[in-house]
């Protein structure tokens, strides 16, 4: 299984909006077969590895990272072709949260007389694709919100410049934590001030990345209720899908690749439910929250995340500087939202909190 | 040498102004003789240990955990005692940063014809009384900035409510450092705020500190450049003694136990620099600043500090929170003070964050 595991690693950045899996198939104690699913519409890792056995498989255990699945997709089920080329045990780390298969294809298993068992090493394989599994259990994508900021919560001198807070370090593994995304989310505000181009760059990478040819772009999300932002700016220069979302229409003339959605109005300002609803429609399993103190700030108050990244530089920016997050003014402590730290880590000269909420 | 540490700790937290020394005897692999310098005015380390070994220190070698004294103090050198008493070899765990004594002690022995060595386990030593070290050798004590922030940065809500933001275990380490403190400074900002004690509450300190009877108070030392605090306040009730800082004299009538002293100015405020110079005078060793903003980042902008101690809640209290530090408007980044992580570690649900100087 951690061999299917390393196997399935291999496709994280590419499978989109499929989850990432790995299969190996064992007979007498040798591996006959090996397989990993590449791509949304190629074969799923069982048929690679099916292929590779050959007759092998017959008799042979089989061990995925994920349930076989049950149904007709873009390619037939994999429970079925297990079961056609005469495996005679499946182990599975665990069963696809996917509503479509959820136990099924284990069942499908059964009744054709294989031992079929599940949750070895199954957290492990949660970890590889937590996005796929946070949207099939929930119906909503994975949210992670980043920030960067001094020691202070600094992100911003008065006068709006912030360029660099964060070593290279720390901004190379938020490249990587765009690249796990399905979609990157920023803010009118951001855009404004930074003029960012909101893509992955792979020259820009931590170096243990090996990046497949194949690897997905993140949809990038430009939250724009006023319509401020003009199509010279540079995150729309490059030929990548945007989604433009705001609660108006546009008085632009947008190129082909950017999406001009419209969306629903909450207190005023576009509804972000609607915005996720969206993302969760078009199979985005993970987003990343990429913006300033009022967006981010939105999205927690909405309670639309769950893991807020912070990269916190070893730096004093003082009391002028601009804040972290925008949230409404508590009278009492009792009203301040408590977190849990999930992780720390030092990212070169910085460090990475992962928070996530305090009660889970 | 490892137990001749251990035996120092134990002084630790009574020696003051003095470091924490052990000192073992041992003769023909045995340990014959053991102490520790317990409180300023009783004897050092190497006479108890002396004392026990009695004449089985003739030969012996003798482990301590800083150079043996050669001046007369309140007590005889203990360079002397040693050789008086027929130590043949003296192993050192690193030479006395004592500008009085600085290698004198070890001159001493070797020519008496004993065997002196230093630096065994050095760096356990000197971690031992930072405190001291720093005052011998930079003329001023060690000087730490406590802080507790949300992490993005928030001491207080817009309305002034701060009570709590750390949880019990930081709060618990607070009293730790304030025990290790020879002074502990604040400001009138934070006392007329939340009317503190500032003294050590032995029941409140982590459980593994074993306090002994002996133990120092540090001083708690006040600034109140403008006179705003009377004598009502709960600090001043605490019969343990205070210095109030101010650059004009009081208005009232403070009791025994107030010291009021006055100081220079510097730029219409208290001058810091004349503050610690008075605290180096009454031989403190080490300073914790538990402040509010405005003096934190005054001892920040003036260069008198050692260590930054951040403990950072994992709570969110939003932009319109009250600041870590005051410090000058920067207008670029390069302006912005930058240090370095030294340690980053869990306390309780919080984490406490030390920074140094980025160059050290």
Redesign the interface.
């Known amino acids: 299984m951690a061999r299917a595991l390393e196997l399935a690693r291999r496709g994280q950045y590419s499978t989109h909006p499929n989850p990432a899996v790995g299969c190996v198939i064992v007979k007498d104690g040798e591996v006959v077969g090996e397989g990993f699913h590449p791509k949304a519409g190629e074969p799923h890792a069982e048929v690679f590895a099916l292929r590779q056995a050959g007759y092998k498989a017959i008799g042979a255990t089989a061990y995925v990272t994920l349930e076989p699945c049950s149904h007709y997709g873009r390619t037939p089920p994999c429970a079925e072709a297990l079961i056609n080329l005469g495996v005679s045990r499946v182990v599975a780390a665990m069963v696809d949260p996917n509503p479509q298969v959820a136990g099924r294809g284990m069942r499908m298993l059964q009744e054709a007389g294989i031992k079929a068992q599940s949750g070895l090493m199954e957290a492990e394989s949660r970890a590889i694709n937590p996005g796929f599994i946070k949207r099939m259990e929930s119906g909503r994508p994975l949210i992670r919100i980043k920030l960067a900021?001094?020691?202070?919560?600094?992100t911003a001198?008065?006068?709006g410049?912030?360029?660099?807070?964060t070593g290279p370090e720390a901004r190379a593994d938020v490249q990587r934590l765009r690249l796990e995304s399905g979609a990157v989310i920023t803010g009118a505000d951001s855009v404004l001030m930074d003029n960012p181009s909101m893509n992955v760059r792979p020259s820009q990478l931590p170096t243990h990345i090996e990046l497949p040819d194949n690897w997905h772009h993140p949809l990038r999300v430009v939250v724009d209720g006023q319509g401020r932002l003009s199509p010279d700016l540079k995150l729309f220069q490059i030929e990548q899908p945007i989604l433009l979302a705001s609660h108006q229409p546009s008085r632009h003339n947008w190129p082909a690749h950017v999406d001009c959605w419209q969306g629903p109005k909450l207190s005023d300002k576009l509804d972000l439910n609607a915005i996720v609803a969206e993302l969760a429609e078009r199979q985005v399993n993970s987003v990343l929250v990429e913006s300033g103190?009022r967006l981010a700030?939105a999205f927690?108050a909405a309670g639309l995340w769950d893991e807020?990244i912070?990269y916190?530089a070893?730096?004093?920016?003082?009391?002028?500087?601009?804040?972290?997050?925008?949230?409404?003014?508590?009278?009492?402590?009792s009203e301040?939202?408590?977190?849990?730290?999930k992780d720390?880590r030092?990212v070169g000269?910085d460090?990475r909190?992962t928070?996530v909420r305090?009660e889970s």
Chains 1, 2 share one sequence.
């Open positions: 900021a001094s020691i202070d919560g600094g001198l008065a006068n410049q912030s360029q660099w807070i103190a700030g927690i807020l912070v916190q070893p730096k004093m920016m003082g009391d002028s500087s601009r804040g972290l997050v925008h949230l409404p003014e508590f009278s009492t402590m301040v939202p408590e977190f849990k730290f720390v030092r000269q460090l909190l928070l305090a």
